[in-house]
């Protein structure tokens, strides 16, 4: 019996440590968890609502949704850490997307010393005519802004001048141009069709008669399609906005090769670097960003 009670005792005294332990296990995990559970609250609103912005919203967000479980799949069960670095993860995620409005000021910034190219013109409402557009004709992009009669709010005419759109040096001007013939355009085209591209200097060929002026920043500007040049400007002058540069014309088009003077317009482009603006932006992105430069 006497034995019986002391191994009864040393099982109850076992046991009761094995209880305190647990009690002691539970306790603390228990005082957290509302905390725990506060802090998965904000996770899941944050988890939920850029999702909801991206589905609803910008069809250029359509990255967001697959980013993000993948974000949350590499830490799946720190709640509280994920909150916060989760909700970090949403911000880096919406970086990207911001990204393009935060140059789009720095670009203003840049390229406000800019004026339009053709007085009181407006940027056409043509996609078409706008830089990225594409140009199926010789398997290649447009890289620059067309300023065509009946589409910009002024009139647009065989010879009427063109300015510069900035200050700068003047580091191409075409004094001497002759218009390609018939069979060399249809040559160029044809290696622009085989290689399914516009190589650098048939696009050159294509832009026909040409000015282009070097400004600060790393930008140039080039006028193209002229059917004409200002005779008194040469390689290394400098020129300050407004200054004439050339006239409007329709060199290096079909038109221009057959010696009409049909469908002249004023192409015109804006270099940063080795970037023309609008390149990879969406039409009415860029349009914007025309408009707020040279308007
Ligand atoms: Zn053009």
New binding site residues.
């Given amino acids: 019996m006497f034995r019986n009670n002391r191994y009864g005792h040393l099982f109850a005294v076992v046991a009761l440590c094995l209880l305190v332990f647990f009690f002691s296990k539970l306790l603390p995990t228990s005082s957290p968890l509302p905390a725990a559970e506060e802090k998965e609250t904000p996770d899941i609103y944050g988890e939920e609502n850029p999702g909801d912005h991206s589905g609803g919203g910008d069809p250029g967000e359509e990255n967001i949704p697959e980013q993000m479980p993948g974000a949350h799949a590499g830490q799946p069960e720190q709640s509280s850490a994920v909150t916060n670095e989760g909700s970090g993860g949403v911000e880096e995620n919406k970086t990207p997307n911001e990204t393009p409005q935060q140059d789009d000021d720095s670009l203003i910034k840049l390229l406000g010393f800019l004026q339009s190219p053709i007085p009181g013109a407006r940027i056409t409402s043509r996609d078409s005519?706008l830089p990225g557009a594409p140009r199926t004709y010789r398997n290649g992009t447009?890289e620059?802004?067309?300023y065509y009669d009946g589409a910009c709010g002024v009139p647009i005419q065989y010879g009427n001048p063109v300015y510069a759109a900035g200050e700068g040096t003047i580091c191409r001007i075409d004094h001497h141009y002759t218009e390609l013939a018939e069979q060399e355009r249809s040559d160029i085209l044809q290696v622009s069709s085989e290689l399914d591209d516009t190589p650098t200097d048939i696009l050159d060929q294509l832009r026909g008669q040409q000015v282009w002026i070097q400004h600060r920043g790393n930008v140039k500007t080039i006028y193209?399609?002229l059917s004409s040049v200002a005779e008194d400007l040469q390689e290394g002058d400098p020129v300050k906005a407004g200054d004439f540069i050339g006239n409007i014309g329709n060199s290096g088009t079909s038109d221009g090769m057959k010696g009409t003077t049909a469908n002249a317009?004023l192409?015109f482009e804006i270099w940063i670097g080795e970037n023309y603006l609008g390149n990879g932006l969406p039409a009415e992105k860029t349009r914007k960003l025309l408009q707020e430069l040279l308007e």
């Fill in positions: 005519q447009h620059g802004l067309d193209a399609h317009h192409h």
